[in-house]
């Protein structure tokens, strides 16, 4: 902004950023702008932005042809690996299109797919085209869609909210700054008794435990119940 609010005399026409941001201003705004200049820079000025606009429009241009080289490139990469080929005629043998019904294709709206008309006076051959492969697809697919989402199974499930901080718990692997503060809250209580110290500390650890799988296991249930009330 202190850039455009420089008088003609202090005005720099050698920045390509100034002279691209007075050109895009409004046109009410860039006229009284280019009326504070004299004739001499005008003309620098307009010259300017013939030269930033050609460079622009060279950068485009160079940069459309990187684009179209790479995308060229890529389809006769994809061209070269044949899986169009492929999908093509995997396509066809799903739709039950070969050599002799292919041009038969457009008008099995009105007859089942994989028929062809054959010669009736040709007795020694057949050119039949069975369509077993779509059948099979489908079949195969029906199967797994059963396998996976079975019909009377819920497609959708309500888990617990896991407790990071009580994992270690649940596993029985206290953490060492928990373990530290029960011991020495044992021994500040049994200051003369070590043994029953050592033993007071290990029922503090086996009840956090203990505690930390209820909570955990009480997590679970409630999952469970909301669940089976949502789905009743």
Not at 105 to 125: I, N, V
Not at 164 to 181: C, D, L, Q, S, Y
């Amino acid at each position: 902004m202190n850039k455009l609010n420089k008088t003609a005399i202090d005005l720099d026409l050698s920045d390509d950023e100034l002279i691209s941001q007075i050109a895009e201003l409004p046109e009410e705004e860039r006229a009284m702008f280019m009326a504070s200049l004299s004739d001499e820079e005008r003309e620098e000025f307009e010259r300017r932005n013939e030269v930033i606009k050609e460079g622009r429009s060279a950068l485009l241009e160079s940069l459309g042809q990187a684009v179209s080289e790479m995308r060229a490139e890529a389809i006769k990469a994809r061209s070269g690996l044949g899986i169009e080929e492929e999908w093509t005629e995997d396509e066809e043998f799903y739709e039950g299109v070969d050599d002799a019904n292919r041009g038969d294709s457009k008008t099995w709206s009105s007859k089942p797919p994989g028929r062809t008309e054959g010669d009736e006076d040709d007795e020694t051959s057949s050119n039949i085209f069975l369509n077993i492969t779509g059948p099979y697809c489908d079949a195969a697919g029906a199967s797994l869609a059963d396998m996976l989402l079975p019909t009377d199974d819920s497609a959708w499930q309500l888990t617990h909210t896991p407790f990071p901080e009580m994992i270690p718990f649940a596993e029985g692997n206290i953490p060492t700054h928990v373990r530290k503060a029960v011991q020495k809250e044992s021994q500040t209580g049994n200051p003369f008794n070590q043994t029953m110290a050592a033993k007071q500390a290990e029922e503090t650890e086996a009840r956090l435990i203990e505690d930390a799988k209820d909570m955990i296991e009480r997590a679970k249930q409630k999952a469970e119940k909301a669940q089976r009330r949502i789905e009743d």
